[in-house]
């Protein structure tokens, strides 16, 4: 296990590793890996923020046939993670039992964890990235050939510095603060998080409260990034991380932000709050030794009236929802609000 197991947090402040492997699937190829219908296969949890990006992009932009989905169980064990809600508990097309098989094929005696998101190259099981903050990028604007009809465009050209610029801050005091402050082993670390988490949570409900979307009038990348780090706020960050100035569903402007995401295709739909719960509080064992996992919150209220459409905006530019998701892809009862 790695930076988000328990034993790389014994050190006084945390510190998150880049990607090691950084290899670009591009539609030139350039690194190798050009793209292509079904060659890829993405490895996420759900339980984890960051491999969750990708599953909602992969959603929002149609791309899950082209790039099929391995979902691992939400607990990892000390090989990582691993492929225990498969029959065998073995991915069927990769035929491997822990995503670390494939990190292996790529490089041996890698001293790195395994992380997910994980990009696995299906004919030679080898790795190809674990770069999540790239890879939506590239689903985004080098996967166009195999996008549905009707996709969004998540990263358009002309607000790139506008959209870079509330991602930069989003993930430096929410996306990876909450991990700051709950993963702190000094009360002064811990409150300069847990502050700067709350100082951008203001910011943003700031800025959210006129309009409907963080940049433009239509959903890009920025409001998934924001929404996967929200939608784990009171479930796991507000408890847990002790992310706990305020409750989301306190703040009238992000709580119908957040509810307003969920609810649009694509968002929601990923969700497994069970995976959510289960991961943070069970893998966590140095910040929560019980592993008791809270029964709350009350989830009935994501799928209330959020009245967000008054404030406009065109949730999919020119283009339109994406369809029904997947049989064999559905999050099951246990995960989704009632
Ligand atoms: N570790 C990744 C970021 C993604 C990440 O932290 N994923 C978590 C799950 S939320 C994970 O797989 N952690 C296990 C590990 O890093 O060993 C990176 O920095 O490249």
Known sequence: MGEDGNRAYGHKTFSRSRSHFADRITADGRDGWPVAAGRYRLVVSRACPWASRAVVSRRLLGLEEALPMAVADPIQDDRSWRFTLDPDGRDPVLGIRFLAEAYDKRETDYPGGVSVPAVVDVPTGRLVTNDYQQLTLDLATEWTALHREGAPDLYPRDRRDEIDAVMAEVYEDLNNGVYRAGFATHQAEYERACTAVFRRLDALAERLAG??????????????????????????????????????????????????????????????????????????????????VPLGPDLAGWTSPHHREELGGRPFGDGKPPGPVPEGEKVTPRGRPA
């Open 211 to 292: 309009q409907r979307y963080l940049v433009g009038d239509t959903i890009t990348e920025a409001d998934i990034r924001l929404f996967t780090t929200l939608v784990r706020f009171d479930p796991v960050y507000h408890g847990h991380f002790k992310c706990n100035r305020w409750k989301l569903a306190e703040n009238p402007v992000l709580w119908a932000y957040a509810r307003d995401l969920f609810q649009t295709p694509g968002f929601g739909d990923t969700v497994d709050f069970d995976h959510i719960k289960r991961h943070y509080y069970q893998v966590h064992s140095g910040i929560n030794p019980t592993g008791v």
